[in-house]
């Protein structure tokens, strides 16, 4: 082991300007798989995160909606009959609708505008201020990078930019919370009671608000014992019509594209991880056929195969973990640069999945050449066969 060693880094060593320009290749390499699974996270947190956060263990839905938000419609009275289950502890519509934030030195901010019931799941905790606690106020509750993106904080006024029959119109509204970040459809959120919401949103997209009851997408359900979820699952199917029930992870994962999405981004990455292993292969198979005569010479002079495929194996590990550790570094430099709203999150669970499966494809490029080494004959290497 010690001699295979030695061996690996003597020749390293020698060459350090030749590995060195390899580990750098080996370096992008592992730039390119960590910022596509750093986007693979971004893309899915921006699309999950709110309702990942969400204070509830069940989602309610219409019925014929597939479980798609905005294709469902929560009526008032659905949401009563909901809240009269036996086990549920408390029960908050939802709604959601898009709208902007106009800055005056760049375009505007788009938005979730998220309706809630003040007091009942669905509403976001504050890190700052206080939280919605009147249903009709015109007081809203910022997500954590709209305050930073519009440098606004508790006590300012923020304006909303909607569409009202095919007109924009601006609401001037009174920030009194500052909650962490909670994106829902790839943008940061905005929190408002239901009426506010109501009388804000876009009506053409909602086709006006003449309704004498507002319906809401969903309904957050928090229950008095979570381990009893099955339960009163059955018990809202049975008890509530035309209603369909999910808990929050399918909810995100019936988000449109969320899984198209996910699947192009991991199949980038496999396509990634075999341009490296075929790259790690080709380049220490051109080393082996260069030091056909030294293999050779090795094994002439009663050097063990052990020795030689160890000091091959080592050779490979150093050189990629070189890579690995400028990529990564390089990889934790760029994230400090970006801004909020870019989706890019670095996660220590995709990132040392990511490493890990670099380290694996360097030893895995170089079978081919470890073999190779391995079935050099030494008078054949050295000429001297007849």
């Not at 029960?91 to 005056?104: N, T, V």
């Not at 923020?158 to 609401?171: A, F, K, M, N, P």
């Not at 801004?339 to 499966?357: H, K």
């Amino acid at each position: 082991m010690s001699n295979g060693f030695h061996l690996a880094w003597l020749e390293v060593w020698r060459n350090r300007a030749r590995f060195l320009l390899f580990s750098l290749v080996i370096a992008l390499i592992t730039l390119l798989i960590l910022f596509v699974a750093a986007l693979g996270e971004g893309l899915g947190l921006g699309n999950r995160e709110y309702l990942q956060k969400l204070d509830a263990d069940l989602i309610v839905f219409q019925d014929t909606a597939q479980l798609q938000i905005s294709a469902s419609q929560i009526s008032p009275a659905q949401l009563r009959a909901i809240r009269r289950v036996r086990g549920v502890d408390a029960a908050g519509a939802i709604a959601f609708a898009g709208a902007s934030i106009p800055r005056a030195s760049a375009k505007p901010m788009d938005i979730s505008l998220i309706g809630v019931e003040p007091g009942l799941p669905g509403a976001p905790p504050v890190l700052s201020g206080k939280t919605l606690y009147r249903s009709a106020s015109d007081e809203v509750v910022l997500d954590a990078v709209v305050a930073q993106m519009a440098g606004l904080a508790v006590g300012d006024r923020v304006t909303i930019r909607s569409i009202q029959d095919d007109r924009e119109t601006l609401y001037d509204l009174t920030v009194i919370g500052i909650t962490d970040s909670r994106k829902y459809s790839i943008r940061s959120a905005v929190f408002v009671p239901m009426d506010t919401w109501d009388r804000i949103r876009s009506q053409a997209m909602a086709g006006g608000s003449n309704m004498t009851e507002l319906p809401h997408n969903i309904a957050a359900v928090r229950l008095a014992d979570p381990t009893q979820a099955d339960e009163v699952r059955q018990a809202l199917l049975e008890q509530v019509d035309r209603v369909a029930i999910a808990d929050r992870q399918a909810t995100w994962e019936n988000a449109p594209g969320y899984s198209e999405q996910q699947s192009t981004l991991n199949t980038q990455r496999g396509f990634a991880l075999l341009i490296g292993v075929l790259v790690i292969g080709g380049f220490f198979q051109i080393q082996t056929l260069q030091k056909v005569g030294q293999i050779g010479m090795l094994k002439a002079v009663g050097t063990p195969n052990r020795t030689i495929a160890v000091a091959s194996l080592l050779q490979i590990v150093l050189v990629t973990a070189i890579g690995v550790l400028i990529g990564g570094a390089a990889a934790l430099g760029l994230a400090q640069v970006f801004p909020g709203n870019v989706p890019i999150v670095f996660t220590w669970e995709s990132g040392l999945a990511a490493v890990g499966s670099i380290m694996l494809m360097g030893p895995l490029g170089g079978l081919v050449s470890i073999r190779y080494a391995l079935r050099v004959e030494p008078l054949t290497a050295l000429g001297l066969s007849a």
